[in-house]
């Protein structure tokens, strides 16, 4: 069972697609993923995939699966009928850990091309909605990888950006749907993590931490180690900067960006007027700019008013990138599923796949 916010949902049901012994669930914010994100999900094929959209956003999906997890009676009754549930996105430790070997062969393969030198510390940046990805990097500091930054980069939904700069997470602001949509998020589970780990490893102080963010939407980190937060630099990028991030890089290097990286990128760029810090850094690229080539075509020509498909076509041209099998066909493959939901009603609709 698992919430998407528009990445992880395919991925896993690709992979688990007629698996004997699984049924994969996946919810996600109807008004909250591209078309081709949401076409990848609605046409999948396979007796045992459920896709459900949410009339609400990301943290809603989030929130109620989390509770579902944690539900006592909803537990007992899965094992009366022999199923336990596991999670797909990176609130699973077990999909956040090979995350970690990304990190590694970026920078071996930095050694390797002669980049730098075996030891030298390397910069990270990387998009960052759960926090997932990011924690990941800072677990391969944690096993001896040498780095110097990690660059946390938001969208406009900003609240991590605060949070490094202030010590305070609130989590109490308008949610914004931008062109980023795997960023639009206000309740990073994996930063939980972190703040483990900037307490000492002390559960008690975590838990504490995260009841204040249930009760009153926020809270204020004052006993923590220093060393640890200082690896982390944060900015984040608007909507038009985003864009002209894209446009920026297309003309620099004739590459195309997907939204997520660009604000990666134009992350960067603001961190390297600001420190000056000249070490070789690495941009994580999170997606295909194929999920959103309305965003990616327009951003580039200026074009306005491309359908998805229509921009998936110039895309092409612009790019020079054959179109991905995973897109290919998309715009005739028939839906296969078209439930929507309320976000209160997401376990009656569990409770409905599984016959409990």
Not at 47 to 60: K, L, P, Q, Y
Not at 133 to 142: D, E, G
């Amino acid at each position: 069972m698992t919430a998407t916010s528009g990445d992880t949902g395919k991925a896993a049901m690709a992979g688990f697609a007629d698996a004997p012994g699984t049924e994969i669930i996946v919810f996600y914010p109807k008004d909250g993923v591209s078309k081709v994100q949401e076409l990848q999900m609605t046409t999948q094929t396979g007796a045992n995939t459920h896709v459900v959209g949410i009339d609400g956003n990301f943290d809603d999906a989030q929130t109620n699966v989390k509770h579902m997890f944690n539900d006592t009676d909803l537990r007992a009754r899965l094992l009366e009928h022999k199923l336990q549930f596991s999670s797909a996105n990176s609130m699973n430790i077990g999909r956040l850990v090979p995350q970690i070997v990304y990190y590694v062969y970026a920078y071996a393969q930095l050694v390797k091309t002669g980049e730098i030198t075996a030891g030298d510390k390397v910069n990270f940046t990387v998009p960052t909605g759960n926090f997932g990805n990011i924690l990941a990097a800072y677990y391969a500091k944690q096993i001896g990888l040498p780095v110097g930054k990690l660059i946390c980069a938001s969208n406009e939904n900003n609240v991590l950006t605060d949070f490094f700069k202030t010590k305070v997470y609130d989590k109490k602001r308008s949610f914004k749907v931008t062109s980023s949509p795997s960023m639009d998020i206000l309740v990073s589970s994996n930063l939980e993590r972190l703040i483990f780990h900037l307490s000492g490893n002390s559960a008690e102080k975590t838990a504490a931490l995260m009841e204040a963010l249930n009760e009153h939407g926020q809270y204020e980190l004052t006993d923590f180690d220093a060393e640890i937060l200082e690896l982390f630099a944060a900015d984040y990028a608007t909507e038009e900067e985003t864009a002209t991030e894209i446009k920026r890089v297309y003309q620099a290097s004739n590459y195309i960006e997907d939204p997520h990286t660009a604000v990666a990128s134009a992350v960067y760029q603001k961190y390297l007027v600001e420190t000056g810090d000249q070490r070789k850094t690495v941009i994580a690229s999170t997606a295909s700019p194929y999920k959103f080539p309305v965003v990616a075509v327009e951003a580039v020509t200026g074009q306005t008013g491309l359908s998805d498909f229509e921009a998936l076509d110039q895309l092409h041209e612009l790019s020079g990138v054959t179109l991905p099998p995973a897109v290919d066909g998309l715009e005739t493959a028939p839906v296969r599923h078209k439930t929507t939901v309320a976000a209160d009603q997401m376990q009656a609709a569990v409770e409905r796949y599984l016959g409990l």
